[in-house]
């Protein structure tokens, strides 16, 4: 696997995971698991989240379109696809929405309170967040361009 299909794949779970995240907490919405209020906080929440994984991806992206013109040199592939990173980073990104998704579920079903949500919330963003971090800055590196 080349170093550039890896960063696709993990933009796209990362864009599509935030995205389910907030099409869930709208459907629970309609179906009366969330109020309003909740509903307010909780995508607040995740779209503040999402700003701080999915804005470098556009950036990274909109980089690479810049550099269009320029035939950039073949990507390297990964030392091994087999790569316990490797094989990590594919399985906890996907395991955080996961977790999260589960969460919001679970509060719907009025299993735990809105307070606990928040708790629980701020738990895994937090675990998560510091591992998903460093896979954004390992996988896209930003170049400062001078304009």
Do not use: C, W
Request: hydrophobic letters at 55%; charged letters at 15%.
């Amino acid at each position: 696997m080349l170093i550039s299909q890896l960063q696709q794949r993990i933009a796209k779970q990362i864009v599509l995971g935030y995205l389910s995240l907030i099409v869930l907490t709208i459907v629970l919405y309609t179906f009366a698991g969330i109020i309003d209020d909740e509903l307010t906080s909780l995508l607040t929440t995740l779209s503040a989240i999402s700003a701080l994984y999915i804005a470098p991806l556009f950036q990274f992206f909109s980089q690479s379109l810049r550099s269009v013109d320029v035939p950039a040199p073949a990507p390297p592939p990964l030392p091994d696809t087999d790569n316990l990173a490797v094989r990590l980073v594919k399985l906890v990104i996907p395991a955080h929405f996961i977790l999260v998704g589960t969460l919001i579920f679970i509060k719907a079903l009025n299993l735990i309170s809105f307070k606990e949500m928040n708790i629980f919330l701020g738990f895994i963003e937090t675990t998560f967040g510091t591992y998903m971090s460093f896979v954004v800055v390992a996988l896209f590196k930003l170049e400062k361009h001078e304009t």
